[in-house]
């Protein structure tokens, strides 16, 4: 499962852009809109965003778009939500980047993706922005680093439902979650330092959404230091539940790995691993496994945990005479079962890890990333083929080539439109029957007359 | 010489054709319904969406994004036959409804009422839901206790307050019709009529009522000239963190399919509906609902599960109202995590209702039979007037 990659290919893979022969720079500059500048792109183009305050939401319906900030004399480009914009950057095309944005005061997300595959989040400042930072969604191969996100009411970080998933570099702080892995299978946590969140680090399956599970997420030479910010999360929400003061969160995700992480000053634990009862009063979801199964738990350094904790936690603690919080704390339930394992656990102040096991993993030097090689699959539409798509999208849902089907054969229409292109693209626009044995065909009025002619065309040139 | 040989072949193919209903009065056709192909004698949607993947081969996502499997593969006929049977109040114990009462096409296959009229036109409590891309779902009913259309359907069929039949009564009925004996044959290789064979053809049918080329669908597949910029902002608006619309009405299908608890009002005067928990027995599913698929959401007013909104504006504002702000009085429910305060502007909620419209689509509605085989008069089959 886990890829050996030498890192220079992975650079290169992510370095070479997209099919790009006529990449071009389109310039933003103050005044102007990125988004008139993303209408304006083609696949390959890269959008230099010069500094400046830009005070829009940004969308990205096309695939292969870079927007890419430029930096001078310290001077950012700044996308301003003043409040009462939505989200600053919402892409659902593949092979996007952003890079080099400072965005602040949206009321949803800095940057989210629906879908998306081969993402790229880098060098993006994100201040005091609602809801989630950097919220990529059923996305698949994404890399997310060097990031500085604070002040978020969630996550900042929250890679949701996706695969194959790089988050390194970045720092996190003064949020309610700093970096949450969440419904994702293949993450990489890396080298993050995640500071005075509620919680730092969280790998979670979340009950009631459709895709269920989490598993092969390695936690490794992360910072995750004091986090015990008061959680300011919005009432209802999934972490606004989270005590505060924990280091990481493992709830309900398998094989998850830890490693070399320094832990600390987080005053409730430094790692809660718990089943899925952790979150109360939420619909309950039949198809979400709820045990955490298992946790590889490898040498990392724990200290000064556990000094205040919350009242549940102290509870647990008493009963083998403690007031403080432990570092390793495996919750009431499966957590505590023999298929989680860890290694010189006599380092660590714990509560419920006499089970588990000794690991047979001593490191995890195996694995180098959990981005695939060479990029994931994806169906890139280029202006070029668009109309190959709409005729395969609308008009072959009825006509096929040699064969009746609930339309005539594109064949029978080849021949009745011979060289005429324009005598389809005006009966389409508003077809009457012709036929007593075929139904009326839909009009296809709202097509413009451009698209209509190309696609007239494309069906007068079909040869099978 | 090569244009006589063009010739020739659309004559061949046009006299390979048959018609339906033409040759004998009763004949099914052996052409698959529009947005489908014939492959080995079984018909398979080709759409937009053939050639995408989704993650985890869960069909939710983002624009383009593959769709969930579909109950597809049946024969041309069978799909034809269910239609028949569809529109029939044969199969209903009274001679007087039939699966088209509750899902008219004239109205997006649903019926306008906040709750459905059972037999002898009572109220019912849920409203009908949509029949469009209704193949595509896992779990059907508001409460979602049934995993598959052959499933389903023998709730209606079968209960005292709708269409009243048994599965004996049911069967004879057929078995009585010559009609009906002569296509079921047509339709299951010869084989004797039975119940399955029912089942089988009105899924059929039911799974071909496919709505996939609308002008959201023209934007999602990169002509974004199709829509206006009011639909484009509702969309971004629909899609945002802040309205969340998306994150349980996911495209393509705008459902992700799942159990949602969002405290939404009864109509004046009626006892909350527990939803899921009156199945379950799970006292955190109370007040849970299927979410519903948002495709053709224009035609099939009044909304929510007991049609408690009569407008698209008034649904969509519910979702800005507040938190559990509609949950009665001494009522615990274990909302949904995205039911939130949004503060959506005025704006923004007619921004919302313009792009929902863009997704109406009722380019493959089915031919709607002028006469059913039972000689009874079809329900629902009056002419489409937008």
């Not at chain 1, 969630?154 to 892995?181: K, L, P």
């Not at chain 2, 399955?196 to 974004?224: C, K, P």
């Not at chain 2, 963190?241 to 996911?250: D, K, L, S, W």
Request: aromatic share 8%; hydrophobic share 40%.
């Amino acid at each position: 499962m886990k890829k050996i990659i030498p890192q220079g290919l992975l650079w290169l893979s992510l370095i070479l852009p997209a099919p790009s022969l006529m990449a071009a720079d389109i310039l933003v500059k103050d005044g102007e809109s990125i988004q008139g500048a993303v209408n304006k792109a083609s696949t390959g183009d890269v959008i230099l965003v010069h500094p400046g305050t830009y005070k829009e939401s940004v969308y990205v319906d096309k695939d292969g778009i870079t927007i890419r900030g430029v930096v001078i004399d310290g001077e950012w480009p700044v996308m301003e939500g003043e409040g009462v914009r939505n989200d600053a950057i919402l892409y659902s095309g593949n092979d996007f980047t952003v890079e080099w944005l400072t965005i602040t005061h949206y009321k949803g997300n800095a940057i989210m993706g629906q879908a998306g595959n081969n993402f790229v989040i880098r060098y993006n400042r994100v201040i005091d922005t609602g809801v989630y930072g950097i919220f990529p969604q059923f996305g698949k191969n994404g890399l997310i680093e060097y990031n500085v996100l604070s002040g978020i009411e969630d996550a900042a970080i929250y890679v949701g439902m996706c695969d194959n998933v790089d988050v390194r570099h970045n720092e996190v702080f003064d949020n309610v979650a700093g970096i949450e892995i969440e419904n994702t299978r293949h993450a990489l946590v890396e080298n993050n330092y995640a500071h005075d969140n509620t919680a730092g680090l969280l790998v979670f399956i979340t009950p009631g959404l459709p895709i269920k599970t989490t598993y092969d997420v390695v936690l490794r030479n992360n910072f995750v230091v004091n986090n015990n910010t008061a959680n300011f999360g919005a009432p209802g929400s999934i972490v606004s539940k989270v005590p505060a003061g924990i280091g990481i969160v493992v709830m309900a995700a398998d094989d998850v790995i830890v490693e070399g992480n320094i832990i600390s000053g987080n005053k409730t634990a430094g790692m809660v691993v718990t089943d899925l009862a952790f979150i109360t009063d939420i619909s309950s979801d039949p198809d979400s496994e709820p045990n955490p199964d298992r946790m590889v738990f490898l040498d990392n350094l724990m200290f000064d945990n556990g000094a205040d904790p919350v009242a549940d936690v102290k509870a647990l603690m008493l009963t083998q005479f403690s007031r403080s919080g432990p570092d390793i704390l495996a919750n009431l339930g499966s957590a505590q079962e023999p298929d989680n394992c860890i290694i010189n656990r006599e380092r660590y102040t714990s509560f419920g890890i006499k089970k588990w096991s000794e690991c047979e993993r001593k490191d995890t030097k195996d694995i180098v990333s959990m981005l695939i090689p060479g990029g994931a699959p994806s169906e890139v539409v280029t202006t070029e083929g668009r109309t190959k798509l709409l005729y395969q999208g609308i008009c072959a849902g009825c006509h096929a080539y040699n064969l009746r089907m609930i339309g005539p054969p594109t064949l029978t229409v080849q021949a009745l439109y011979l060289n005429d292109p324009q005598g389809i693209a005006d009966y389409i626009a508003a077809p009457h029957k012709v036929r007593t044995d075929y139904p009326t065909m839909p009009p296809q009025g709202h097509l413009s007359p451009e698209l209509r002619r190309d696609v007239a065309e494309y069906m007068l040139s079909v040869t099978k | 010489m090569r244009g006589r040989m063009r010739l020739l072949i659309i004559w061949l193919c046009g006299a390979s054709a048959s018609v339906p209903l033409a040759a004998s009065e009763w004949t099914l056709s052996d052409v698959c319904p529009a947005g489908f192909h014939q492959r080995n004698d079984a018909c398979y949607l080709q759409s937009f969406y053939n050639d995408y993947g989704s993650l985890q081969e869960s069909g939710v996502g983002g624009l383009k994004t593959g769709l969930p499997p579909l109950r597809e593969g049946f024969s041309a006929q069978q799909i034809d036959l269910g239609r028949l049977l569809f529109f029939d109040p044969l199969l209903s114990v009274d001679g007087d409804m039939a699966c088209s009462s509750c899902h008219q096409p004239a109205r997006g296959f649903s019926d306008g009422l906040a709750g459905s009229a059972g037999r002898h036109g009572q109220a019912m409590t849920r409203s009908a839901p949509t029949l469009w891309n209704v193949g595509f779902l896992r779990e059907l009913f508001w409460d979602a206790r049934a995993s598959s259309l052959e499933e389903q359907m023998q709730g209606p069929l079968f209960a005292q307050e709708e269409m009243a039949n048994t599965p004996a009564q049911l069967l004879k009925s057929l078995q009585d019709n010559a009609n009906y004996r002569e296509l079921f044959k047509q339709a299951f290789n010869g084989e004797p009529l039975r119940l399955e064979q029912v089942y089988t053809a009105l899924t059929a049918f039911q799974s071909s009522l496919v709505s996939l080329s609308s002008r959201y669908d023209l934007y999602a597949n990169g002509f974004h000239e199709v829509l206006t910029q009011p639909e484009i902002d509702g969309m971004n608006v629909f899609r945002s963190f802040v309205a969340r619309c998306a994150e349980c009405h996911t495209p393509p299908l705008f459902t992700n399919q799942q159990i949602a608890v969002i405290g939404s009002p009864e109509p004046d005067g009626v006892a909350l509906d527990i939803g899921v928990a009156a199945i379950t027995g799970d006292e955190s599913q109370r007040g849970g609902f299927r979410v519903p698929t948002l495709r053709n959401i224009e035609l099939t007013a009044p909304y929510m599960h007991s049609g408690r909104f009569n407008t698209l504006r008034d649904a969509v504002a519910f979702y800005t109202g507040g938190r559990g702000h509609a949950v009665p009085k001494g009522e615990h429910l274990s909302l949904h995590w995205h039911i939130w305060e949004p503060n959506l502007a005025d704006h923004e909620l007619d921004l919302l209702v313009a792009f929902l419209k863009t997704l109406t689509d009722q380019s493959f509605m089915p031919v709607l039979p002028q006469k059913v085989p039972s000689g009874l008069a079809p329900v629902a089959t009056q002419i489409l007037t937008h």
